[in-house]
């Protein structure tokens, strides 16, 4: 298996090889192999400075057999057409292994918003609307946010639609503030139902809770709320790393301190409170990667386990809040060293859960609160665990390929039963 593989195919073959194992029809994999739209656009800027700059966006549509589209929009200079693609990939399959009626998009900006002022980030969330504004609706595809974007970027783009549409529309993004039609429990939800699937599986590998030592590799949105989700729930929090540094305490440590020290950091600052926060060591990924504790979670970006590093991982249980975050290299090495996974398409699915529940809240216009979300995303994603934990026992195969074989399972039903198979 080549470790050069890109994202999108990875994706690709991580799909093949469920539909192998299930023996699908050829057409199957024919049709998920790519997204069935893409949608590549160039946005002008006006600059502060009165220049003006060109940014490139794209939107993929993987496919929409089991409901509209529906995925996050990330601001990163590292985002690329292979990386949208590989993304709305893994959307499609997160929806259907939780039993969302979505299909999988995702999109992005190539631009690094630490390099924008207030105003030049609006004009880019408000120019890539307009760009792709045919392209999404509350009834066509629903963008929300994922790395470098936030619920006031969505509040832009929520605006900018309305005023291309000439009324509120409120449905077509999630992750919104809450002034708005945003959820209680959205900017938890991808964390919290993370947690939970956490929770079930050192209940299945008989791992006693409140002695269990987490790593955590990213402290943004995903990372930082794992870390004081599952400090609440009483396991120790061991070590994190950001981009800038990272640190460790055997003993465990308050994340609420780092959380806090975080945000008096200048956002255009190359240091962070995880690289300065006291420790008894500081430490790199690659180190926290290594390190000896049960529950390791990669909450940064793709491609960061991979063949070179997988043999050192000692963790029980690797918990993938990110996308896309292990090389089939590495998930081979993993499985053959014994290695509990949550794959990404289940472990960081109670993001876009909640991101449903926003949407359905919002068509309703009737909201509820934070215990209601709380307690349906529990439902969700406990019935999701133990659907994939069941596939995986029953067949005999590792936790990623039964959730890839629930996801075609529900995907060639549709299409056949759409006609789009024979
Ligand atoms: P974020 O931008 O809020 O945070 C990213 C974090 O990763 C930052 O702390 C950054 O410093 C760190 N990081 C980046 N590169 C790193 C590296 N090489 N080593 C160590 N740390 C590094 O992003 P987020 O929203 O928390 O998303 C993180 C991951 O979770 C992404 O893969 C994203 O797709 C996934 N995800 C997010 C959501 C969501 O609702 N935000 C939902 C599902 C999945």
Partial sequence: ???????????????KDACDKLNCKPEVYDILKQPLRFVEVTVPIKMDDGTTKIVT???????DALGYYKGGLRFHPMVTADEAKALSMWMTFKSAVVGLPYGGAKGGVAVDPKELSKRELEQVSRGFVQAI???IGPEKDIPAPDVNTNPQIMGWMMDEYSKIQGANNFGVVT????????????????ALGCCIVIREAIEKLGIDFKQARIAIQGFGNAGSNLST???????????VTDLHGGLYNPDGFNPYEVVKANETVQPKSEDSAVAKSPATKHITTEELFALDCDVLIPAALENQITGQNAGDVKAKILAEAANGPTTPEA????????VFILPDILASAGGVTVSYFEWVQNL????????EVNERLEQKMVAAFDNVYQVSQNSSVDMRSA????GIKQLAEAMEARGWLD
């Avoid at 298996?1 to 799909?15: G, K």
């Avoid at 959820?183 to 939800?189: D, E, F, I, V, Y």
């Fill in 331 to 338: 998930d081979k090495i993993l499985n053959e060293k014994g």
């Fill in 403 to 406: 959730a890839y074989m629930i």
């Fill in 1 to 15: 298996m080549s470790e050069n593989l890109n994202v999108f195919q990875i994706a690709q073959q991580q799909i």
């Fill in 229 to 239: 989700i599952l400090h609440d729930m009483g396991a120790k929090i061991v070590a």
């Fill in 57 to 63: 966006g794209y939107r993929s549509q993987h496919n």
């Fill in 175 to 190: 992750g919104k503030p809450l002034s708005i039609g945003g959820s209680q429990g959205r900017l938890t939800a991808t």
């Fill in 364 to 371: 309703q216009n009737y909201y509820w609160t934070a215990e």
């Fill in 133 to 135: 504004a045919s392209h």
